[in-house]
């Protein structure tokens, strides 16, 4: 079901084609899928005070309505410990093109998956699951499902993966933590099949997951022209 | 929509055969009905006149018969009109044969079919196709008798965005020994589409195992199809064309270069159990085996065979396609060893695969097969027969084919397909057991009955 917040939210993003990623976590949250803490900074002053609420270590952002991939212009600061190493990774931000704001997280940690959605033509909605990471294109090691998924269709992807061993647990690692992730993509499929008439694709990049849950760092949604 | 008298007519008039030119297509397909067929056939043309001593008639309307199906070769820009006529004549279905429509730009002339069509909630295949075969009731393709290799009658039907697969295919079912319920070339599938037929041919008695040929799907309708594919009890196999990605994607998206088209067609068919061949030998050898059995297997293999050679490619080819080859205890294999001739006790190997030698004769061969079903080891038997082992005969099929039907457990042949070695090949498929020319070709046989639904 979609809010009258998540509605405004679509609106102002198809203007601009993309959905910037505080609006996407928004967008996540308000569907009841699993985001870190966050908070937007405009000044070094407000970086301060959210990386102190949400505790170091954080990340930094840059949010930037020209700017969709973030790595391409090195827009993120990982691990910053504290106050000093904060300031000096806003400034840099901050100072990016037509950066607006900062974007501070809590720093996550746990494999890299990656979850997506597309509309396809022929089917509609469709999901995806897939290792993470900037490589993701390089390996092409996917699983795509029709939306909405049903109960049982998240364990299938996870088990038809080539790297399924990174997910049910390798060299000492605790397997992830199935429940959640499944409820993750549940409910993402969910949001995809409210979001099938605004947007055309959407990338959940990475989805840190371990044994104690998952949790979408990174979030763009791709409008409709 | 009422589809049945598109498959079952009493009665069918060829609008459009020439009274000069005897290999038009329209007077293919009226010679062969008439010759062949049991329909009442009758010829139009506005000219009127003779064709073959029998009555051309000028108008669909002077049929003196009712008309259960129309099959239309006239120019494009003249086919709505005659469609009208037809409805207005009572006609009950047709099938469009000629092309001239979307395929060529002039989607304008197809709307227009559609409308005259929904409006009178009248069902028509095509435009631009061959129509419809139904083995010893009638056939609409424009190919003359003389240059078909006709498949015979059997459970098998088959549905075609490709008039040239749809032939093709029914040479390679004939070959094989496939029997079909009905062929279908769709054309352009203006308004009797993949769901459509889908629909009938899941409560069509005739039919236990309903397969495609698909390039594409119209916006939507790959949803809809898989949709109800799930709640169809029969297999369906399908065979998709036009795999390779389509241009450049946008790289906006990860998600969007990752999920091409045909990465989201397969995920589709394979999330709603409708099971994709990779070519068309695979489709062959998946309609053959689906119309033989009814019940999925686990996919526990005995493979017997009368050459170590064979029975290691068989179990690598098992392996790679995800099926089992359980090995035999020591009881069992003594079991089986001392039910063989003498002669083959001391070389034969039975562990599974069971290689009972080129020394073997045919009742080593039924032993094995009679030890294997009763083990309770195996829900799948792999004979993989070599015709020139000098103590085999042509019984042998039949004798091991009649095991196979009183264990009720599925039995897939390998014999190289020869003519000399044809009394054993029917000796499987005319009792019922699916024969391959090739040992992989077995194998993916049993494959597809562990895909089949549970």
């Known amino acids: 079901m979609m809010t009258q917040e998540m509605m405004e939210l679509i609106e102002a993003a198809g203007r601009r084609g993309w959905m910037m990623e505080p609006a996407a976590k928004r967008l996540l949250e308000l569907a009841g899928c699993p985001v870190p803490r966050y908070a937007v900074a405009r000044s070094r002053e407000e970086a301060g005070k959210a990386a102190r609420e949400i505790g170091y270590p954080v990340i930094a952002k840059v949010v930037s309505p020209t700017i969709v991939h973030k790595s391409d212009v090195h827009g993120v600061e990982l691990g910053i410990a504290g106050d000093d190493e904060l300031l000096t990774a806003f400034d840099r931000l901050f100072a990016l093109p037509d950066c607006q704001e900062v974007l501070i997280e809590e720093s996550l940690r746990g494999t890299e998956l990656i979850?997506?959605?597309v509309m396809?033509?022929?089917?509609?909605?469709?999901?995806?699951?897939?290792?993470?990471?900037?490589?993701?294109?390089?390996?092409?090691?996917?699983?795509?499902?029709?939306?909405p998924l049903k109960e049982g269709d998240v364990q299938a992807?996870?088990?038809?993966?080539?790297?399924?061993?990174?997910?049910?647990?390798f060299r000492g690692q605790a397997p992830i933590d199935m429940e959640a992730l499944a409820a993750c993509l549940l409910r993402f499929s969910l949001l995809v099949m409210d979001l099938e008439p605004y947007i055309a694709s959407a990338d959940l990049n990475p989805v840190f997951c371990s044994s104690k849950g998952c949790t979408i760092a990174d979030a763009r949604f791709i409008m409709k022209n | 929509m009422n589809l049945e008298p598109l498959f079952n007519p009493k009665s069918i008039a060829v609008i459009g055969v020439s009274l000069s030119n005897d290999r038009h297509p329209a007077n293919v397909i009226f010679s062969k009905n008439q010759h062949r067929y049991p329909v009442d056939v009758f010829a139009v043309n506005p000219k009127g006149g003779f064709l073959q001593d029998e009555t051309v008639y000028s108008r669909i309307a002077d049929v003196p018969a009712p008309v259960d199906l129309a099959v239309l070769s006239v120019r494009a820009d003249m086919v709505g009109d005659t469609m009208a006529d037809c409805i207005k004549a009572g006609v009950r279905s047709a099938v469009v044969i000629s092309g001239g429509f979307s395929e060529m730009g002039r989607g304008d002339l197809q709307e227009k079919l559609v409308a005259i069509a929904k409006e009178a909630d009248f069902p028509f295949i095509g435009p631009n196709c061959l129509g419809i075969f139904v083995p010893s009731r009638f056939d609409t393709l424009f190919l003359p008798s003389e240059r078909m290799i006709l498949p015979q009658t059997g459970s098998v039907a088959l549905v075609s965005q490709s008039g040239g697969i749809l032939v093709d295919q029914m040479i390679k079912f004939s070959g094989e020994g496939i029997g079909m319920s009905k062929a279908i070339s769709i054309g352009n599938k203006a308004v009797i589409r993949e769901l459509d037929l889908l629909e009938y041919f899941a409560a069509d008695s005739t039919t236990k195992v309903i397969a495609f040929y698909v390039e594409g799907f119209r916006k939507n309708e790959g949803r809809q199809f898989v949709t109800a594919a799930v709640e169809c009890s029969k297999?369906?196999?399908?065979?998709?064309?036009?795999k390779s990605p389509a241009g450049q994607q946008a790289v906006a998206s990860?998600?969007?270069?990752?999920?091409?088209?045909?990465?989201?067609f397969r995920s589709a068919l394979m999330q709603h159990s409708v099971l994709e061949v990779a070519n068309d030998q695979e489709l062959a050898s998946y309609c053959e085996v689906l119309s033989a059995y009814n019940n999925p297997i686990e996919g526990r293999v005995a493979i017997i065979t009368g050459s170590g050679g064979h029975g290691a490619i068989a179990v690598d080819a098992c392996s790679a396609q995800g099926l089992t080859v359980p090995s035999l205890d020591e009881i069992r294999q003594k079991e089986i060893i001392a039910a063989l001739s003498p002669s083959v006790q001391a070389i034969a190997s039975c562990r599974n695969p069971i290689d009972l030698t080129g020394s073997a004769a045919d009742d080593d061969f039924v032993a094995a097969m009679r030890l294997c079903c009763k083990s309770g080891v195996f829900d799948c038997i792999l004979v993989l027969l070599l015709p020139y082992i000098p103590g085999i005969t042509s019984d042998l099929s039949a004798r091991l084919s009649a095991i196979a039907g009183r264990e009720r457990i599925p039995l897939i042949a390998y014999v190289p397909h020869e003519e000399k070695y044809a009394m054993l090949i029917d000796g499987f498929q005319l009792n019922g057991n699916p024969v391959s020319p090739s040992i992989e070709g077995s194998v993916l046989m049993a494959k597809a009955l562990s895909r089949r639904k549970r």
């Open chain 1, 115 to 117: 979850i997506g959605a």
């Open chain 2, 235 to 242: 297999p369906i196999v399908m065979l998709k064309a036009g």
């Open chain 2, 254 to 264: 990860h998600t969007a270069s990752l999920a091409g088209d045909y990465d989201n």
């Open chain 1, 157 to 169: 992807m996870a088990t038809s993966l080539k790297a399924r061993k990174l997910i049910e647990g």
């Open chain 1, 120 to 147: 396809d033509d022929q089917f509609g909605p469709m999901v995806m699951l897939g290792i993470g990471g900037t490589a993701v294109e390089v390996y092409h090691d996917v699983a795509l499902r029709m939306a």
